[in-house]
């Protein structure tokens, strides 16, 4: 299971191919992140997405800094 995890991972000269899902899969992240974190592309920003998991989700912000703080 490694070396397939590898050669999926590996981009040498005779293989170019695994770098263009790579390089999709990166952007589409990295704009995700940008909607949740800084509001950019149509997004809430951070007040927005701490919003949603307080109200909807009913998770709060202190209980998870408490969590990791207890977790050290």
């Given amino acids: 299971m490694n070396t397939k995890i590898?050669?999926?991972?590996r981009?040498?000269?005779s293989n170019w191919a695994?770098?263009?899902p790579r390089l999709v899969?990166?952007?589409v992240?990295?704009?995700h992140g940008a909607q949740k974190?800084?509001?950019w592309l149509g997004?809430?920003?951070l007040e927005g997405t701490a919003g949603f998991f307080g109200e909807k989700l009913g998770?709060?912000?202190r209980h998870f800094l408490g969590r990791a703080r207890r977790q050290r």
């Fill in 29 to 31: 992240m990295s704009a």
């Fill in 11 to 13: 981009t040498d000269s």
């Fill in 43 to 45: 997004g809430y920003g």
């Fill in 18 to 20: 695994p770098l263009a």
């Fill in 37 to 39: 974190l800084f509001g």
């Fill in 6 to 9: 590898q050669s999926l991972l």
């Fill in 25 to 27: 899969v990166g952007l």
């Fill in 59 to 61: 998770l709060k912000p």
